[in-house]
């Protein structure tokens, strides 16, 4: 669990300082390292931003000292790294896990963004896949998805769906090596990864707007090789909080 702590106790020099004013300056060197902490999650993540910010806990006063710490099991793994993992038995465990005649399965949504998205939550945008007749960028995977008809909530909150675009070629099919302390062997997608898509409209106060999403199904009797995470990459932003709290405190 990383921690950014100010502690001021045994580092006082022997004069009058008021030590309510030094405690009140070690809580705003805290703050202003909370705030730092949280610049850089936003300017270095992606898909995991929100979870990471999340996890920055207001900051703890008690005392001669104050800190920030990090929290939950995501922002902790992306701060510090993590090896490859079976993504399965989590997905399995997981609470929309429903137990088929074949055993547990899971069906899990795939956001998909619209090209040239940037957002945070919004998924991988939909590929360039060539020219118009005028030379400009464009992606046949939205033109198809675009053209569908809607899937809609009906009473109950039962989906009620609408059209699904086609496999495309194969468009997007790979296949995933073998991976030392990851994944066994080697594994080839069934289908492309823009297959299936659907378009639901979500309304957000007077806007409306469309999102495309896929669906895979993982289960118990999935390939071994299947659903294999990479591994995160250590982001180690506290690290440079606390060489941005150094700078601070060397220009007091």
């Given amino acids: 669990m990383p921690l950014i702590e100010i502690d001021i106790s045994g580092r006082l020099p022997d004069v009058k300082f008021d030590i309510n004013v030094l405690r009140e300056q070690a809580a705003a060197l805290a703050e202003m390292c909370r705030s730092e902490w949280i610049r850089q999650a936003q300017r270095e993540l992606h898909s995991s931003a929100a979870d990471y910010i999340a996890g920055i806990q207001p900051v703890e006063i008690s005392g001669n000292w104050a800190s920030v710490t990090l929290v939950g099991d995501l922002p902790n793994d992306v701060e510090n790294g993590k090896a490859p993992f079976d993504m399965k038995p989590g997905l399995l465990a997981g609470p929309n896990a429903k137990m088929g005649k074949s055993g547990r399965f899971n069906t899990v949504p795939f956001r998909h963004g619209t090209p040239g998205t940037t957002g945070k939550r919004v998924g991988i945008p939909m590929p360039i896949t060539g020219l118009s007749a005028k030379d400009k960028p464009v992606s046949a995977i939205y033109v198809a998805a675009r053209k569908l008809s809607p899937s809609l909530e009906g009473s109950g909150g039962k989906t009620i769906w609408g ?64 659903w294999w995470h990479p591994g995160l990459q250590a982001k180690h932003l506290a690290e440079r909080v606390r060489t941005y709290l150094t700078g601070l405190i060397r220009s007091l």
């Fill in 163 to 226: 059209g699904r675009t086609g496999d495309f070629g194969g468009y997007g099919i790979q296949t995933q090596l073998p991976v030392k302390g990851g994944r066994p062997g080697a594994y080839t997608f069934k289908a492309s990864p823009y297959a299936g898509m659907v378009k639901t409209a979500k309304t957000y106060g007077k806007a409306t707007q469309n999102q495309y999403t896929t669906f895979r199904r993982v289960s118990e009797n999935s390939n071994p090789n299947s």
